[in-house]
């Protein structure tokens, strides 16, 4: 039998989806250890998650150096020693830096797990931030962040994010070469004894996983003696950019980047799922109506799109392209156009139900294998989320209705209560 291709394929909408549920141990040191044990390969990916981001610094950067520098040198190791040590177990290593949080990523063969644990444990109590690898992070720091400089989208989005918060903000300051430059390892190293060294983190594990693994983690991370967690410091992020257009000019540069949008909520409020869906329609997906207008029909760009931004203590929504400067006013207008268009007509239901069975089955396929579950979990587990919330979202994605749509683009999508940055020119 011939296939016909003019006849769309049967599907199957989405509506609930089975998050597997982590094991919870309580280390020696009342250390948390949450385990997702699934997957048919032997391999493990084990996370030690601080909190020790931008929000608890005192030096703009310091976070990022403490944690980027915990393997340049522990007691009785170089930085080409540890390096070596994870080679030759074949675990690949990564330090993480948000303005919430720094971690130790590692992955490894489950039965290598034994050997990679001391060494984690070395980088967590033992750094030693030696002079010289800091001085050589700092210049590859500066070198980075002056390549980034001359990039639109770059400075179009850290002065966005300043806007929003304020410069001197966590979730609104960024890097400067001044201030690399003028960072000292006296700092550092206070911000990794107040923050990593000595205190409590979340450990996950996810993959192939045993008991004899959980075993392994106790004894290597559960008997040091931890102090108590440390507070983190308190900011006010009541800036007044309503309606404000920024512009940053670029002479030499041909095309600007547009940044457009305001402070919302993160996951916790209310609106959050109805706004998920708002977005989509908006500029989250390739169907969506930024997407068709502005690149399909105008040919103005070659990608728009629309986020929700959600961090631990707040969030926000972006929306962002890049264009020819000539064109950068039309595709602002055009925006606002699409943004108009939610807020005074009702959403097909057609429409709707795409967005919908979309995003369901998007969700559904970033739950493949047992990294991305416990990617999932994560964020129930370091934002004290319900452990029901992402068992309820294809619900909520679903009861989503056009008439809630239109409310929220009318609530949260009013362009004069939005800041626009234009990086280049007009």
Same mark, same amino acid.
């Given at each position: 039998?011939?296939?016909?291709?003019?006849?769309?394929?049967?599907?199957?909408?989405?509506?609930?989806?089975?998050?597997?549920?982590?094991?919870?141990?309580?280390?020696?040191?009342?250390?948390?250890?949450?385990?997702?044990?699934?997957?048919?390969?032997?391999?493990?990916?084990?996370?030690?998650?601080?909190?020790?981001?931008?929000?608890?610094?005192?030096?703009?950067?310091?976070?990022?150096?403490?944690?980027?520098?915990?393997?340049?040198?522990?007691?009785?190791?170089?930085?080409?020693?540890?390096?070596?040590?994870?080679?030759?177990?074949?675990?690949?290593?990564?330090?993480?830096?948000?303005?919430?949080?720094?971690?130790?990523?590692?992955?490894?063969?489950?039965?290598?797990?034994?050997?990679?644990?001391?060494?984690?444990?070395?980088?967590?109590?033992?750094?030693?931030?030696?002079?010289?690898?800091?001085?050589?992070?700092?210049?590859?720091?500066? %070198?980075?962040?002056? @390549?980034?400089? =001359?990039? #639109?989208?770059? +400075?179009?989005?850290?002065?966005?994010?300043? /806007?929003?918060?304020?410069?001197?903000?966590?979730?609104?300051?960024?890097?400067?070469?001044?201030?690399?430059?003028?960072?000292?390892?006296?700092?550092?190293?206070?911000?990794?004894?107040?923050?990593?060294?000595?205190?409590?983190?979340?450990?996950?594990?996810?993959?192939?996983?045993?008991?004899?693994?959980?075993?392994?983690?106790?004894?290597?991370?559960?008997?040091?003696?931890?102090?108590?967690?440390?507070?983190?410091?308190?900011?006010?992020?009541?800036?007044?950019? %309503?309606?404000?257009? @920024?512009?940053? =000019?670029? #002479?030499?540069? +041909?095309?600007?980047?547009?940044?457009?949008? /305001?402070?919302?909520?993160?996951?916790?409020?209310?609106?959050?799922?109805?706004?998920?869906?708002?977005?989509?329609?908006?500029?989250?997906?390739?169907?969506?109506?930024?997407?068709?207008?502005?690149?399909?029909?105008?040919?103005?760009?070659?990608?728009?799109?629309?986020?929700?931004?959600?961090?631990?203590?707040?969030?926000?929504?972006?929306?962002?392209?890049?264009?020819?400067?000539?064109?950068?006013?039309?595709?602002?207008?055009?925006?606002?156009?699409?943004?108009?268009?939610?807020?005074?007509?009702?959403?097909?239901?057609?429409?709707?139900?795409?967005?919908?069975?979309?995003?369901?089955?998007?969700?559904?396929?970033?739950?493949?294998?047992?990294?991305?579950?416990?990617?999932?979990?994560?964020?129930?587990?370091?934002?004290?989320?319900?452990?029901?919330?992402?068992?309820?979202?294809?619900?909520?994605?679903?009861?989503?209705?056009?008439?809630?749509?239109?409310?929220?683009?009318?609530?949260?999508?009013?362009?004069?209560?939005?800041?626009?940055?234009?990086?280049?020119?007009?």
């Amino acid at each position: 039998m011939l296939l016909d291709r003019t006849i769309a394929p049967d599907f199957k909408i989405i509506h609930t989806v089975n998050l597997p549920e982590p094991q919870t141990h309580t280390l020696d040191n009342g250390i948390a250890l949450h385990v997702i044990n699934i997957g048919e390969q032997p391999v493990v990916r084990l996370e030690c998650i601080f909190e020790a981001g931008n929000w608890y610094e005192s030096e703009v950067a310091a976070s990022y150096f403490a944690v980027k520098m915990l393997p340049e040198g522990v007691e009785g190791l170089a930085s080409q020693e540890i390096s070596e040590a994870f080679d030759r177990l074949g675990a690949f290593t990564e330090m993480t830096h948000t303005s919430d949080r720094a971690g130790i990523v590692v992955y490894c063969l489950s039965r290598f797990l034994p050997e990679v644990l001391p060494l984690v444990q070395k980088l967590i109590r033992q750094a030693t931030f030696p002079e010289k690898e800091f001085q050589e992070l700092k210049n590859i720091t500066i %070198q980075n962040l002056k @390549v980034n400089k =001359e990039k #639109t989208a770059y +400075v179009a989005t850290t002065e966005f994010r300043a /806007r929003l918060f304020g410069a001197e903000h966590p979730y609104g300051q960024s890097q400067s070469e001044s201030g690399i430059e003028a960072l000292g390892i006296d700092a550092v190293l206070a911000h990794y004894d107040r923050l990593i060294r000595n205190r409590k983190f979340t450990v996950v594990l996810a993959g192939q996983v045993s008991q004899a693994s959980v075993a392994q983690v106790n004894a290597a991370l559960g008997q040091d003696t931890l102090d108590t967690d440390a507070t983190a410091l308190s900011y006010d992020a009541s800036v007044a950019y %309503q309606g404000d257009e @920024v512009v940053v =000019e670029r #002479t030499d540069s +041909v095309q600007s980047s547009i940044r457009m949008g /305001r402070v919302l909520f993160n996951r916790h409020h209310e609106d959050y799922f109805k706004m998920l869906v708002t977005n989509e329609i908006l500029g989250g997906y390739f169907g969506s109506r930024l997407m068709k207008n502005i690149r399909e029909e105008k040919g103005l760009t070659y990608g728009i799109s629309s986020h929700l931004v959600t961090l631990r203590n707040a969030g926000y929504l972006m929306i962002g392209t890049d264009v020819k400067k000539e064109f950068t006013q039309q595709t602002i207008d055009e925006i606002k156009k699409e943004i108009y268009r939610l807020q005074t007509e009702p959403v097909s239901a057609e429409e709707l139900q795409t967005v919908k069975s979309f995003m369901a089955g998007e969700f559904a396929g970033s739950l493949n294998t047992a990294f991305e579950v416990a990617d999932r979990r994560k964020v129930l587990l370091l934002d004290n989320l319900p452990a029901n919330f992402f068992n309820q979202y294809i619900e909520c994605i679903h009861a989503t209705t056009a008439g809630d749509v239109m409310a929220m683009a009318n609530t949260y999508l009013r362009p004069e209560d939005m800041v626009t940055v234009v990086a280049g020119g007009k």
